[in-house]
């Protein structure tokens, strides 16, 4: 297997334009994560699926993110309006939940956002 | 949630053996302690899980105290390539989210 793959691995935009990043998890897994790591504030969960669901989206900074996940191998998020402090890398993650508490998260290399 | 709390950094000799250690005592009976780490500009890694037992495979051995409070993770022969971030996590219960904290910054040297 691939692993999981994302798109772009960077980005440059400027502040107010529309960004979408990409993730298609490994083929299996049924649960996927949206993660946004930034030296300030660290690794942060932002939102994750389980069975192409949103369960916890409680991470999601404000309004302008929105995550999808239209089938099992494909999700997307979306910031609309960009502004330069979402600039971070932002990670897909995705993990086989099998109800016995041993799930074991696999990421992806990441998107390097930057909003100027 | 339980929370762990980590050194923020460590060193240890190309060859040797590094013990990282970490502290979760608010840690409950269901809930698993796993170790990723991150070399530079890349996503985590998985290393090692456990959940009461001391576990071991092919990257490193966890060591977990018998109140499970505390864990160690031990990578027996250290090189330059474990040189990276290194996160100790307590799995909140019933759910699939791992918080992660600030890690410790392990140094490998030659």
């Known amino acids: 297997d691939a692993g999981v793959i994302q798109s772009p691995r960077h980005e440059v935009t400027e502040m107010g334009q529309e960004v979408t990043l990409r993730c298609k998890p490994i083929?299996?897994?049924?649960?996927l994560f949206w993660y946004r790591q930034t030296m300030m504030r660290g690794l942060e969960l932002l939102i994750y699926f389980n069975n192409n669901v949103p369960i916890d989206d409680s991470g999601m900074p404000e309004d302008r993110f929105s995550a999808k996940m239209p089938n099992a191998s494909f999700s997307t998020l979306k910031i609309q309006p960009s502004e330069p402090r979402d600039s971070a890398v932002y990670f897909c993650a995705s993990s086989w939940l099998g109800g016995r508490g041993k799930e074991t998260q696999y990421f992806g290399p990441g998107t390097r956002l930057l909003v100027l | 949630d339980a929370k762990t709390t980590q050194p923020p950094s460590m060193d240890c000799a190309e060859g040797r053996a590094a013990n990282l250690p970490c502290n979760h005592s608010?840690?409950?009976?269901?809930?698993?302690v796993y170790w990723y780490r991150q070399i530079h500009s890349q996503g985590p890694q998985y290393i090692i899980h456990g959940l009461k037992n001391n576990e071991t495979n092919e990257m490193a051995s966890l060591i977990i105290t018998e109140d499970r409070k505390s864990s160690t993770l031990i990578l027996p022969h250290a090189t330059l390539r474990d040189t990276a971030v290194y996160y100790c996590i307590v799995r909140v219960s019933n759910t699939d989210k791992l918080i992660f904290g600030t890690g410790t910054r392990l140094q490998v040297f030659p």
């Open positions: 608010t840690i409950s009976g269901n809930e698993y």
């Open positions: 083929s299996g897994h049924n649960s």
